[in-house]
């Protein structure tokens, strides 16, 4: 069965810092991978996705993800925050084999960017 | 430029009743999805629909029916609305079944 964690409920960086949002994943076969963000009372956004290729995904607003088969993990990753990146965050996995099948989604983590 | 639109955004309503909330995409996509949020359990999926008159159960699906007669549109009927069913629906699509979703600005149900 394939299955999405987000380890870590709230992260909480200051401004200007790098952060980091944990996702794992377990998929039978090759994952499609994919971090959406969602603010206050609105839809999720798609931030980037990994199909195939390099590991090292870029997105928008400066975000960025690798994956790393081995530990099974696409972390999302940023090198300088910002007060208006804080909101919910998630990561979402389908098997590359399973034509038709819909996304898995994380439980979500809340990131808060102090200023 | 619409992209993915829901309506109502808000409705309340009474056990029992049926409440059908609409969904419609300007894109062509092929694909069409409910989820419903809640806290604690993400996303979770409901159905989802491959093209016009193919349809799926998710995840949830108990109390639930959808219809897909055209792309654009995949309305999603709760029979008898109970207040478990109280929550925030969204509706997403995507070009393919591998492509990344698009999601709407939901729809906040609450079940009296």
């Not at chain 2, 491959?50 to 799926?56: E, K, L, P, V």
Request: glycine share 8%.
């Amino acid at each position: 069965a394939q299955s999405v964690a987000q380890p870590e409920d709230q992260v909480k960086v200051a401004e200007g810092n790098p952060l980091t949002v944990k996702c794992t994943y377990s998929v039978s076969g090759n994952p499609y991978l994919f971090w959406y963000v969602q603010y206050p009372n609105r839809g999720l956004q798609f931030l980037l996705k990994y199909i195939t290729g390099d590991n090292l995904v870029k997105g928008s607003y400066g975000f960025e993800a690798e994956f790393n088969k081995s530990q099974t993990s696409f972390h999302l990753k940023k090198p300088s925050a910002l007060v208006s990146d804080s909101a919910l965050y998630f990561c979402a996995v389908r098997a590359a084999n399973q034509a038709g099948t819909a996304l898995i989604f994380g439980k979500g983590t809340t990131l808060s960017v102090s200023s | 430029d619409a992209g993915i639109t829901q309506s109502p955004r808000y409705k309340i309503t009474e056990t029992g009743r049926q409440v059908t909330l609409m969904c419609h995409q300007t894109w062509s996509h092929s694909y069409m999805f409910w989820y419903r949020q809640d806290l604690g359990h993400g996303l979770r999926l409901i159905y989802y629909s491959a093209a016009a008159d193919i349809t799926d159960k998710g995840e949830v699906p108990d109390g639930y029916v959808v219809s897909r007669s055209k792309t654009e549109n995949f309305p999603l009927t709760l029979e008898s609305a109970t207040r478990s069913q109280t929550s925030v629906y969204f509706c997403a699509s995507s070009l393919q079944g591998y492509s990344e979703q698009f999601f709407g600005p939901g729809t906040r149900l609450t079940v009296l």
